[in-house]
């Protein structure tokens, strides 16, 4: 079983940071991809950013220069460190983690989420 659990969500004023953390447990697998998407109230879910095991990373547009993801493969954990956040930056954060073995893992999994809310 795999199991993402996000973290580090919260209330914080424009201009602040937070840094999101997001662990991964369960059995022995191999995460190919790790991403982080969000959802803002009455919106579609949406591309944050994404890393690879290659350490390539692909940041949406909206928060290029602001957000930054990282990962401690020890700790089979990755991070979103979003500065300067804006009101627009508000939704819930989701990880998901694409795993390519075992084979009876594979495929794409999810976190439960974690609220952002940045105030004006």
């Known amino acids: 079983q795999v199991q993402l659990v996000e973290s580090g969500g919260g209330l914080v004023q424009a201009g602040g940071s937070l840094r999101l953390s997001c662990a991964a447990s369960g059995s022995v697998f191999n995460i190919a991809t790790w991403g982080w998407y969000r959802q803002a109230p009455g919106k579609e879910r949406e591309f944050v950013a994404s890393?690879?095991?290659?350490?390539?990373?692909n940041i949406a547009d909206s928060v290029k220069g602001r957000f930054t993801m990282s990962s401690d493969n020890a700790k089979n954990t990755v991070y979103l460190q979003m500065n300067s956040l804006k009101p627009e930056d508000t939704a819930v954060y989701y990880c998901n983690a694409e795993v390519d073995r075992p084979k009876w893992y594979e495929g794409v999994h999810w976190g439960q989420g974690t609220q952002v809310t940045v105030s004006s």
């Open positions: 890393l690879t095991s290659g350490a390539l990373t």
